[in-house]
Nanobody, 126 residues
């Protein structure tokens, strides 16, 4: 079992920045790919960014490329999403997700992830 606790969401003006954190507990952070998804009301969860446990390769969605950065601190079992130049369309509930994998290949579909945090609201005002 893996427990994920997100923090750092909130209200920010367009052009501002937020940093989301996701602390993992319950098992070793090794063999665990991590990702951030977001969900608009009535829509499915879409990946925003992911980071592999093996090699640290990353994936960033085109919609946020150049603005959002994902990184992980294995010593703290924590993954971060740095969000800069925020836009009103970034307003959503953001979820942290974990995939237990030996191979380390980074997946982008929500269905490939095994554990989820409770979600944190990010609201960007225009």
């Amino acid at each position: 079992q893996v427990q994920l606790v997100e923090s750092g969401g909130g209200l920010v003006q367009a052009g501002g920045s937020l940093r989301l954190s996701c602390a993992a507990s319950g098992r070793t952070f090794n063999f665990t790919n991590m990702a951030w998804f977001r969900q608009y009301p009535g829509k499915e969860r879409d990946i925003v960014a992911g980071i592999a446990w093996k090699g640290g390769s990353t994936y960033v969605a085109d919609s946020v490329k150049g603005r959002f950065t994902i990184e992980r601190d294995n010593a703290k079992n924590t993954v971060y999403l740095q969000m800069n130049s925020l836009k009103p369309e970034d307003t959503a509930v953001y979820y942290c997700a974990a995939e237990i994998t030996i191979g380390g290949r980074l997946m982008v579909r929500a269905g490939d992830y095994d554990y989820w945090g409770q979600g944190t609201q990010v609201t960007v005002s225009s």
